[in-house]
């Protein structure tokens, strides 16, 4: 009888680990999806926006080669004495030309910085994805642990969610370790 004692109380100890390492999982997988849903949002807005700014500057681009053009047809059919309306015309053509051209580097600018916000961002998207895949192979290691009562499967367990806690903690505080093999082989 004494041995049955002993075996329910060695049972109920590792279900016991079972249970505590399957709950601040799943917590912390849970806030964490939070987190990366956000930063996929902003990363889509990154996106939108890096898309926004390069359409923005090739029809300032365009703009600018069709401004040249007629410029350049209004100079030549003008000849050496222009008129008043070609004189007037060729000064608004200069005019946009030159806006248009203060304009187009601004908006390349804007493009490359969302561009650059979107890779940052998804660093930590993958550090989040890197999390959420460790933490739910631990809880289904852990799973396992709890039937085949095996304290070594447990151990495994919480190997895997100590590195999904590691890389969900490197998205939280914005660390930039990155699993790039892991990325690599996934991506």
Same mark, same amino acid.
């Given at each position: 009888?004494?041995?049955?004692?002993?075996?329910?109380?060695?049972?109920?100890?590792?279900?016991?680990?079972?249970?505590?390492?399957?709950?601040?999982?799943?917590?912390?997988?849970?806030?964490?999806?939070?987190?990366?849903?956000?930063?996929?949002?902003?990363? #889509?807005?990154?996106?939108?926006?890096?898309?926004?700014?390069?359409?923005?500057?090739?029809?300032? @681009?365009?703009?600018?080669?069709? #401004?040249?053009?007629? @410029?350049?047809?209004? #100079?030549?059919?003008?000849?050496?004495?222009?008129?008043?309306?070609?004189?007037?015309?060729?000064?608004?053509?200069?005019?946009?030309?030159?806006?248009?051209?203060?304009?187009?580097?601004?908006?390349?600018?804007?493009? @490359?910085?969302?561009?650059?916000?979107?890779?940052?961002?998804?660093?930590?998207?993958?550090?989040?994805?890197?999390?959420?895949?460790?933490?739910?192979?631990?809880?289904?290691?852990?799973?396992?642990?709890?039937?085949?009562?095996?304290?070594?499967?447990?151990?495994?367990?919480?190997?895997?969610? #100590?590195?999904?806690?590691?890389?969900?903690?490197?998205?939280?505080?914005?660390?930039?370790?990155?699993?790039?093999?892991?990325?690599?082989?996934?991506?």
């Amino acid at each position: 009888m004494e041995i049955e004692v002993s075996a329910e109380a060695k049972d109920k100890r590792l279900n016991r680990l079972v249970a505590i390492t399957v709950v601040i999982l799943s917590v912390f997988m849970g806030v964490s999806n939070i987190k990366d849903g956000n930063i996929v949002q902003t990363m #889509a807005q990154a996106q939108a926006n890096a898309l926004d700014r390069w359409g923005e500057y090739q029809a300032t @681009r365009t703009k600018t080669h069709v #401004a040249e053009g007629a @410029r350049t047809e209004i #100079a030549i059919l003008s000849g050496a004495h222009p008129s008043q309306q070609a004189v007037a015309a060729l000064a608004a053509f200069d005019a946009n030309i030159a806006r248009y051209q203060r304009e187009a580097p601004k908006l390349a600018a804007e493009a @490359r910085g969302y561009s650059a916000q979107y890779d940052a961002l998804n660093i930590h998207d993958d550090q989040f994805d890197a999390s959420e895949a460790a933490i739910s192979t631990a809880i289904s290691i852990t799973a396992v642990a709890a039937l085949t009562e095996s304290f070594w499967l447990l151990v495994g367990g919480w190997a895997f969610g #100590a590195f999904g806690l590691f890389m969900g903690i490197c998205g939280f505080a914005g660390w930039g370790f990155h699993p790039d093999l892991l990325s690599s082989l996934l991506g």
